[in-house]
């Protein structure tokens, strides 16, 4: 399985990105920290293939929806920043 780098990931955001979009990285190394967990996943065994690695993204993706729903049914969302 290929890796991509840091800088492949900027390129590739960059070039996706439509006139007057926000480019570059967050303050907080925020993409090095989301590919070193990749790493680390595929190190243990916990990612075998591309397939493995999709699945993970959808369970995060739909937590993270979940968790945003719940805060704007609560009230939440104005007052809790952050990426749920």
């Known amino acids: ?32 920290g989301a590919l070193s967990r990749v790493e680390l996943r595929l190190a ?12 993970t993204c959808a369970v995060v993706y739909i937590h993270r929806a979940r968790v945003q729903r719940w805060k704007q049914a609560n009230g939440l969302s104005m007052c809790c920043s952050g990426q749920g």
């Open 44 to 55: 243990c065994g916990l990612i075998k293939d591309a397939f493995d690695l999709g699945a």
């Open 1 to 32: 399985m290929y890796l991509i780098s840091e800088d492949d990931v900027i390129h590739i955001h960059d070039q996706a990105l439509n006139p007057g979009e926000l480019q570059g990285l967050a303050g907080d190394k925020s993409l090095s």
